[in-house]
């Protein structure tokens, strides 16, 4: 014979609880640990809204009564594939690798958040298309907004919630995070400003939303002191384009003595082209970058830059993606920057 059912006494009334070897279902295993079937769910799934001491009551039951988590069952449930598709706005070239800090760092945050909250991360570039498995997922990620917003356009056409990297101002109607690039670019100005630089230049296409941004502060910044930037025509993000947008620059504007770069790239293009020309850095010419990468940091020599927390921006992302996919409401934001100075 079975063993007999034990009992739980609530008042007056029993419940009849589970012996261990028996087939339970996810209300049964609720009765046992004492809490509810929604916080037995949480708590095997690792939701941060339950606290760990009751998580692990719950899991030590579940283990105790031999009670394994149906995923697929859940998410069939829910009608979801609990799945999170980040797709990456560059194309990959041997100067430009996704093995950077953008967007390394980036997808570093993503994915810590993500996976803790039990969903899974595909990851994908814009090449790629709208794949059917990227189509399969709840939300979408996109890491860039591309020239002109192109990029963000052709992903919203997919009908997923998505949360995009980049310029907050460019474009109201769509949740994204960013850094503050106004603020990063008024910080470049204002340090060449303090070491007397009056003809500086900005390297960086503005047809991307985040290096408008940062040409806006700069430039704004600067005509408080009476003073226009030079833009040359920066073909991309490269240390070979930023190398020979300041060749050209300096053929048509030789006493250029500053110049900000709207990447760390671009930045360590700008002095190799300074050195070939016989300019010190920065004696003759100071520089600036942006994103404060590694790369950039043991450069010789040590390159100044704007510094953006790409991993907390990654969390915040992840975040603001999971609350969509919930159906609840979020807006757009906007992280810190600073400046670190080094040696250029």
């Given at each position: 014979?079975?063993?007999?059912?034990?009992?739980?006494?609530?008042?007056t009334?029993?419940?009849?609880l589970?012996?261990?070897?028996?087939?339970?279902?996810m209300?049964d295993?609720a009765?046992?640990?004492g809490?509810?079937?929604?916080?037995?769910?949480?708590?095997l799934?690792?939701?941060?809204?339950?606290n760990a001491?009751?998580r692990?009551?719950?899991?030590?039951?579940?283990?105790?009564?031999?009670?394994?988590?149906n995923?697929?069952?859940r998410?069939?449930?829910?009608?979801?594939?609990?799945?999170?598709?980040?797709?990456v706005?560059m194309?990959?070239?041997?100067?430009?690798?996704?093995?950077?800090?953008?967007p390394?760092?980036?997808?570093?945050?993503i994915?810590?958040?993500?996976?803790?909250?039990?969903?899974?991360v595909l990851l994908?570039?814009l090449?790629?298309?709208s794949l059917?498995?990227?189509?399969a997922?709840d939300g979408?990620i996109?890491?860039?907004?591309g020239?002109h917003?192109d990029?963000?356009?052709?992903v919203?056409r997919?009908?997923?919630?998505?949360?995009v990297?980049g310029?907050?101002s460019?474009?109201?109607?769509?949740?994204?995070?960013?850094?503050?690039n106004?603020?990063g670019?008024?910080?470049a100005?204002?340090r060449?400003?303090?070491?007397?630089r009056r003809r500086?230049?900005?390297?960086g296409?503005?047809?991307?939303?985040e290096f408008a941004?940062?040409?806006?502060?700069?430039a704004?910044?600067?005509a408080?002191h009476?003073?226009?930037?030079?833009?040359?025509?920066?073909?991309?993000?490269?240390?070979s384009?930023g190398a020979?947008?300041?060749?050209?620059?300096l053929?048509?504007?030789?006493?250029?003595?500053a110049?900000?770069?709207a990447s760390d790239l671009?930045?360590?293009g700008a002095i190799?082209a300074?050195?070939?020309?016989?300019?010190r850095v920065?004696?003759?010419?100071?520089?600036?970058?942006?994103d404060?990468t590694?790369?950039?940091?043991?450069?010789?020599?040590p390159?100044?830059?704007?510094?953006?927390?790409?991993i907390?921006?990654?969390?915040?992302?992840?975040?603001?993606?999971?609350?969509?996919?919930?159906?609840?409401?979020t807006?757009?934001?906007?992280?810190?920057?600073?400046?670190v100075?080094?040696?250029?």
């Open positions: 014979m079975p063993p007999a059912k034990r009992k739980r006494r609530t008042g009334a029993t419940t009849a589970p012996s261990p070897g028996d087939h339970l279902t209300a295993l009765k046992v640990a809490v509810s079937a929604i916080t037995v769910s949480r708590a799934r690792d939701s941060p809204l339950v001491e009751t692990a009551r719950v899991r030590e039951v579940a283990q105790q009564y031999g009670y394994a988590f995923v697929s069952a998410n069939l449930k829910l009608r979801r594939s609990m799945t999170v598709a980040v797709v706005e194309k990959p070239t041997v100067e430009r690798q996704m093995s950077g800090p953008y390394l760092d980036l997808l570093g945050g994915t810590q958040e993500l996976t803790t909250t039990g969903y899974s994908t570039s090449q790629g298309g059917p498995n990227v189509q997922a979408v996109l890491l860039g907004q020239a917003e990029a963000m356009h052709e919203q997919w009908g997923r919630p998505m949360v990297w310029a907050v460019r474009h109201e109607s769509q949740v994204v995070v960013g850094s503050d106004r603020r670019g008024a910080l100005a204002e060449f400003i303090a070491l007397g500086p230049a900005f390297l296409d503005p047809a991307h939303g941004e940062r040409l806006e502060g700069f704004g910044a600067l408080r009476g003073i226009t930037p030079q833009t040359p025509t920066v073909a991309s993000f490269t240390v384009a020979e947008a300041v060749h050209a620059l053929e048509a504007n030789p006493q250029v003595d110049l900000f770069a671009l930045a360590i190799r300074l050195i070939e020309r016989g300019r920065p004696e003759d010419v100071s520089v600036i970058g942006y404060d590694p790369l950039g940091a043991t450069y010789v020599p390159l100044t830059s704007v510094h953006q927390n790409f907390d921006a990654g969390v915040l992302l992840a975040r603001k993606v999971r609350t969509l996919i919930e159906g609840e409401a807006t757009s934001e906007t992280l810190p920057t600073h400046l100075v080094r040696a250029t």
